[in-house]
């Protein structure tokens, strides 16, 4: 890297410290590029600081505070359960502060120089970044887009980011809110919605559509609308949220429910209808980079948009808004900008979402798997069945095997259960490397153990389960 009076010159330009844009720093890095890495807002970009792993730190708190709460079959017998939210939110920033200086000490540690700024490109091969009290230019041969997405904002619910709140507001409250009206029932607003009422708030869920997670399975999702309901959350599917009328430090949402108006009073309305990507203020509409019509930037199989020197990784490029997604397209752009072959052509991509339980699905699904022409069924086994389920307590929740008929290669496996999440390790490998049923079948799982539903759910396909009973022939 070359540092002139106000101009950088490296290899590699990443726009964007996010776990796409930091990963590809380090890789590009890794195979000897020079490499700087401008981010505006913080280190570790939306899910390290808050998204994925704050959510997750409050998740894990909720969830340990209704075990302790609903322990007393299993002999733990325990009076009063308090929250001390100050010390909860303590510790979520402490995760936090530990993994962001983490992600710091390896930027540094791989020679990658950091700048803090927002990017505008100028050029394909030049970009103008605003510091505090002055504008730096960095030339470059290639550059990364990693600047991530941004919670949608509906025009009719406009956030104050004080009663009416993003995701992002959800996780910085002062208090736990007695009253939370959830607007949206994908896998953010379900997430946050679920802890909260675990925490001890009265929540209510209010979806446009007629299922919760409309995008999965209704089988999956059948599991945690149950569970929904036993924690006492309350649904409204089909309805649309009219107006919200804010009164100082409370709101009450109006909602259409078929032919009639209803409405709730609340402390805190969190909405999380979707994302949208932040591909504006970037000058690439200067430089011709073609971007579709939700504003994501449109690229190939190596992440490369139409200006051969950009590349876009993440939720800027549009697909599944997954870290992990971002993170491997951004391996995949760093080694193609170094100059080696590579693509992005994984054979799916696996997906969490951390409700109670949790559900968790790599591959396809049946019909998935019939519309592309496969000579596809399925094949359940119930963790009930499950011996180390059984002694946690925990046996809701099923294991399903996606797989071709003709030759029981394995298309797609989906879990609805606990530690789904840690089992789809397992999953993604089976999936991304072919595997049949016999070979799944045939492989010894330790006992007892949660994975061992993977074993039994292949001798089930195969017709040879042995902790399951046989179908009654009609």
Known sequence: MVVGELTVECDLLVVG?????????????????????????????????????????LITVANRVDQVRHSKDM????????????????????????????????????????????????????????????????????????????????PSIPFDHHVVVDSTDALSFESIPERLVIVGGGYIGLEIGTAYRKLGSNVTVIEATDQLLGTMDSSLVSVVVRRLKTLGVEVHLSCTVTDVVISGLTATVKFQKGDSTESLDADKVVVAVGRIPNSEDLGLEHLGVKLNSKGFVEVDEQRRSSVSSIFAIGDVAGGELLAHKASFEGKVAATVAAGIKDAYDPLAVPAVVFTDPEIATVGLTLKEAERLGYNATSSRFPFAGIGRAVSMNETEGFCQVVYDKDSGVI?????????????????????????????????????PTLAEIFMEVAEAALGLPVHQLPKKIR
């Open 17 to 57: 410290g996010g776990p796409g844009g930091y990963v590809a720093a380090i890789r590009a890095a890794q195979l000897g590029l020079d490499v700087v890495l401008v981010e505006d807002t913080f280190i570790g970009g939306v899910c390290l600081n808050v998204g994925c792993i704050p959510s997750k730190a």
């Open 75 to 154: 002999g733990i017998v325990v009076g009063s359960v308090e929250v001390d939210f100050p010390q909860l939110m303590t510790y979520k920033s402490q995760v936090v502060s530990r993994l962001t200086s983490g992600v710091s000490q390896l930027l540094d540690g791989n020679g990658i120089s950091v700048i803090e700024g927002r990017a505008t490109f100028v050029s394909a091969n030049l970009a103008r970044v605003q510091l505090e009290h002055e504008v730096q230019q960095v030339r470059f041969k290639s550059a990364i887009l990693a600047t991530g997405s941004r919670p949608f904002e509906l």
């Open 411 to 447: 298309l797609g496996l989906h879990l609805v259960g606990p530690d789904a999440s840690d089992l789809l390790g397992e999953a993604s490998v089976l999936v991304e490397f072919g595997a049949n049923l016999e070979d799944l079948g045939r492989t010894i799982h330790a006992h």
